[in-house]
Every structure is written in C-alpha cells, then in structure tokens.
C-alpha cells in the first residue's frame, strides 16, 4: 500500500504563489504517472495537472495552464504543484494521487490507485 501525503497549502491573495508538495512512502515508489486533482466547495473533484514516470510527459486542464507547473522527483518520491498568478476561482482542497499503472488519459481521476487527504487552498480577492 502507498501513502500519499500532501503539504504547502495555505491561503494567499490572488495573484500570489503557493507550492504544493506530495510525498509517498509505505512502499517504493514506482507510480506510471502522478496527478493532482482539486474540488472545491459545492463542485466535484476535478483534474488539475499530471506528470508521467520520466517527468517529461506533462498535461494540465486549461484553466491552469502557463500559471501552474508540476514536476516529480522520483529519487525523493515526491511531485510538486507550482501555483503561480492564483484566482479565487483555484481555492479548493488539492489532492495528490498516484497511478501505478499505465494511464494514457492521466484526466481520469478513476485510473488512479492512491489518493492523499487533501491539502486547502485559499485564495481571497
């Protein structure tokens, strides 16, 4: 089994940065891609960004795109969200998950094995 463990949330003014790290432990980690979901109050949980096995592979939903960036450190066993230029319209809980499989629709919250509890991002206008 795979833990997955959210950090960095907070709550910031739009336009300001947060950085949000998931780490993994209970077993080695060897996940095909690695993702990052967010809902927000009264909306489902919705696809943030992705990053398959060698880091190179990266997708993201269009309302993040050229604000957000994430990576993955596969030494460290750990992927990072980098949120930049941040709307009230990002505020949710983030969630970290992992596919240890292959996934070609990274999009697909169902094709993920493992999820995180969630960290709250705020941002206030």
């Known amino acids: 089994q795979v833990q997955l463990v959210e950090s960095g949330g907070g709550s910031v003014q739009a336009g300001g940065s947060l950085r949000l790290s998931c780490t993994a432990s209970g077993r080695a980690f060897a996940a095909y891609a690695m993702g990052w979901f967010r809902q927000a109050p009264g909306k489902e949980r919705e696809f943030v960004a992705a990053?398959?096995?060698?880091?190179?592979?990266?997708t993201y939903t269009d309302s993040v795109k050229g604000r957000f960036t994430i990576s993955r450190d596969n030494a460290k066993n750990t992927v990072t969200l980098q949120m930049n230029s941040l709307k009230p319209e990002d505020t949710a809980v983030y969630y970290c998950?992992?596919?240890?499989?292959?996934?070609?629709?990274?999009?697909?919250?169902?094709?993920?094995?493992?999820w995180g509890q969630g960290t709250q991002v705020t941002v206030s206008s």
């Open positions: 998950a992992c596919a240890r499989g292959a996934v070609y629709t990274p999009v697909r919250g169902d094709l993920y094995d493992y």
């Open positions: 990053v398959l096995w060698n880091g190179g592979s990266t």
